[in-house]
């Protein structure tokens, strides 16, 4: 059984369309997270989630809204697609958002925009 | 800025061999340290962690070592085998600040058989 999963594993898309990313886990964590890979490699955390509200929001664009339906899923929302948002995104969960807490993180979503 | 460094992007090793990966920080205050691994086309996956009041924390073939004062973290793998082959990822955070891990950039391991 998938610990993290995410839909989809690829998506390619023109620029200005809105896109979603799922995330769903089935490890009865408490709190989730979205993290963007850029070009450059580095995995930077975007937005986490504890118990379905917003705890850390990094520096994002508006563009990018998350939504947590209930606990074990963690969507991300983006709108007005730019070339700059081309990147792997990666959804994680964790039991809480303790600084000791190990993150598992989901196969990732490579996003594509033309 | 970066907060976290590994400043060796690639590093090629003999199977039987000992890998050391390194990583170096800035803030004094991340207090836990881990070490993720990560092949391609796959999510990070967690290998080893350390907290700040510890210098050495052992698990099987990997040990991780903390040098507080110089503000450097390392990994040893002993003996490397083929399928370590990865790039490696050390992550860092800061008490109280609610799950932020800080990564570094990454390094690849390769290990020839």
């Known amino acids: 059984d998938t610990a993290v999963s995410q839909t989809p594993k690829y998506l390619v898309t023109q620029m200005g369309n809105d896109k979603s990313i799922k995330c769903e886990q089935n490890l009865g964590h408490d709190t989730m997270y979205w993290y963007k890979q850029d070009s450059k490699k580095f995995l930077k955390i975007m937005f986490s989630y504890n118990n379905k509200e917003l705890i850390i929001n990094e520096t994002v664009p508006n563009r990018f809204s998350p939504k947590s339906p209930d606990k074990a899923h963690l969507n991300l929302h983006i709108n007005s697609l730019e070339l700059g948002d081309s990147a792997v995104y990666f959804c994680?969960?964790?039991?809480?958002?303790?600084?000791?807490?190990?993150?598992?993180f989901g196969p990732g979503t490579r996003l594509t925009v033309l | 800025d970066q907060q976290v460094k590994q400043n060796s992007p690639s590093l090629s090793v003999q199977e039987g061999r000992i890998s050391i990966l390194n990583c170096d920080y800035t803030?004094?205050?991340?207090?836990?340290f881990l070490w993720y691994k990560k092949y391609p086309a796959e999510g990070p996956t967690f290998l080893i962690s350390?907290?700040?009041?510890?210098d050495k924390n052992e698990d099987g073939r990997f040990t991780v070592f903390l040098n507080k004062s110089a503000k450097h973290l390392s990994l040893h793998i002993v003996p490397s085998q083929p399928g370590d082959s990865a790039v490696y990822f050390c992550a860092m955070i800061q008490g109280g600040s609610q799950g932020n891990l800080i990564f570094g950039k990454g390094t690849k391991l390769s290990v020839k058989p």
């Open positions: 803030n004094s205050m991340f207090d836990y």
């Open positions: 994680a969960s964790s039991q809480n958002a303790l600084g000791g807490d190990t993150q598992y």
């Open positions: 350390i907290s700040s009041i510890k």
